[in-house]
């Protein structure tokens, strides 16, 4: 498998996990269209016909999606050490989505700096501890 191959696969995979495998959603999401990445992805286009995964378009894949670098030319696809996907859940991208134009920048940066630590398996039980205690602050104050 060379490297065109594994970024292809790895583009489906993020495809299905993360936009419910919608070719028009990852797109508005990587700002290209839905036709570029159908030729991306074709199996059934004459390979000269395909359009190869660079290495330009690899890495925006990765930043915009907040995968570590060079997830996308990692032959075992998007897992981590532990086997588990990389790839965040359909819901969890809408819930993110949402979030968009709701939070500050700031805020923004702190839960995707959460959501790393946890998809490396960094949190630890005080640190579960604290997310609870924040989640139930902001469940009181929703009441109020």
């Known amino acids: 498998m060379d490297i065109s191959e594994i970024r292809r696969a790895n583009l489906q995979s993020l495809m299905n996990e993360r936009f419910g495998g919608t070719k028009a959603r ?30 330009e378009f690899a890495r925006h894949i990765e930043d915009v999606l907040d995968l570590p670098r ?13 086997g588990t996907s990389q790839a965040i859940d359909s819901s969890k991208m809408d819930a993110l989505r949402n979030l968009k134009g709701k939070v500050t920048p ?11 630590a946890a998809l490396a ?24």
């Open 26 to 55: 990852i797109a508005d999401e990587l700002g290209k269209s839905p036709s570029y990445i159908a030729r991306c992805l074709s199996l059934t286009i004459a390979p000269e016909n395909r359009k190869k995964i660079g290495e």
């Open 70 to 82: 060079y997830a996308m030319d990692s032959p075992s696809g998007l897992k981590d050490s532990n």
């Open 121 to 144: 398996g960094r949190l630890k039980e005080a640190d579960l501890v604290l997310l609870e205690g924040i989640a139930a602050r902001f469940e009181q104050l929703s009441k109020e």
């Open 106 to 116: 700031r805020s923004l940066d702190a839960l995707k700096r959460i959501e790393k």
